[in-house]
């Protein structure tokens, strides 16, 4: 098992000692030389050992095979839900421009003020101190309500956001099937539906030569639960009657279904990077090779992490100091 992956399971099993002193999460990548620390940090290890963890534990798995499923677990769905209730009290206003509906920053604002009390509502109340610093991470993790827009970056904090969660041991690591299938996918349909009814822009995409407008992880994710699937090769999944049935099963489908459904013309010029996976001849090498592309294109690109912050459960200090 790789070091990062070691340090992620370590640091789900053990909740913090009493007197871990909690902060408020802050930016501390402000030049492009900077990013040599996120890569040294803590924080890079510890977030990167997450998402490897979470990978092999949907490894060959399905969105609706029997799981797991905690009141912590349970708790976060409300709280998404929530978020889900808000956009529909929030409708799209009437404007001039088609993208990027004004809407949005109301909606935002709600989140803004009432994130303390959604996590309250997960954290226990001995844990209390830890509510500000995590709520830090689900308010970055919707999207910017000044440029309404929405990237990976955004993806990335919620992410940092089951982290810190496991990090004060309020997910567990039998917690790991429902956090991808359960948590992490209604994350992705409340935020489709936020893109969808606001009209957001895709935070600094990369066009037709990146790997989606809006999400990667779970492409990361959804590839994984492929991996040694009887039937489905990637080559399949440009062929609409096989997402069709089997969507509600993989995500990575799924995802497949919502970009086909958002853009029109042939997949191979709005998706080029995905079409050439197509070619890819197992799900293996395919996750092996989304994984080294989310490294390089994601955190490896100061525009996506200079917005990143730091914390006492995510730090800028490097590893092991």
């Known amino acids: 098992m790789a070091e990062s992956e070691r340090q992620a399971d370590s ?13 408020i999460p802050k930016k501390e990548i402000n030049m492009v030389p900077d990013m040599a620390k996120w890569k040294r940090s803590q924080a890079y290890a510890d977030y990167m050992g997450f998402i490897l963890t979470l990978n092999e534990g949907v490894k060959g798995k399905k969105l609706t095979s029997e799981y797991r499923v905690s009141e912590p677990i349970e ?22 421009s088609r993208f990027g509906n004004k809407a949005f920053r109301m909606w935002y604002a709600k989140l803004d003020q009432g994130a303390e009390k959604l996590v309250a509502s997960v954290i226990p109340a001995e844990q209390a101190a830890a ?38 041991g309020v997910l567990r690591v039998d917690d790991q099937l429902a956090i991808v299938f359960k948590v992490f996918n209604r994350y ?33 994710w959804g590839s994984s639960q492929l991996i040694d699937h009887p039937n489905l090769e990637p080559r399949h999944f440009v062929d609409e009657k096989v997402v069709n049935e089997n969507h509600k099963d993989y ?7 919502f970009i086909t459904e958002m853009k029109t013309g042939p997949f191979a010029e709005h998706s080029n990077q995905l079409w050439n996976i197509s070619a890819v001849p197992s799900w293996s090498k395919v996750n092996q090779g989304l994984i080294r592309m989310y490294k390089a294109e994601c955190l490896e690109k100061f525009p996506v992490i200079q917005h990143f912050k730091f914390g006492s459960l995510l730090p800028i200090q490097p590893v092991g100091s």
Not at 11 to 23: L, T
Request: net charge negative.
């Open 11 to 23: 640091s789900e099993e053990v909740a913090p000692p009493p007197c871990q002193k909690f902060v």
């Open 75 to 96: 708790k976060l769905v409300d709280l998404l839900n929530v978020l889900d209730k808000w956009i529909d009290e929030t409708p799209p206003v009437d404007q001039p």
């Open 131 to 168: 509510v500000p610093e995590v709520a830090t991470y689900l308010k970055e993790a919707v999207g910017n309500s000044t440029r309404i827009d929405y990237g990976t970056g955004h993806e990335a904090a919620f992410a940092s956001f089951l982290c810190c969660l496991c990090k004060i």
């Open 188 to 220: 992705l349909e409340v935020m489709r539906k936020l893109q969808k009814t606001y009209r957001m822009e895709p935070a600094g995409s990369q066009g037709v030569w990146g790997l989606d407008d809006f999400q990667f992880l779970p492409f990361i």
């Open 251 to 257: 995500m990575f489908l799924e995802c497949i279904r």
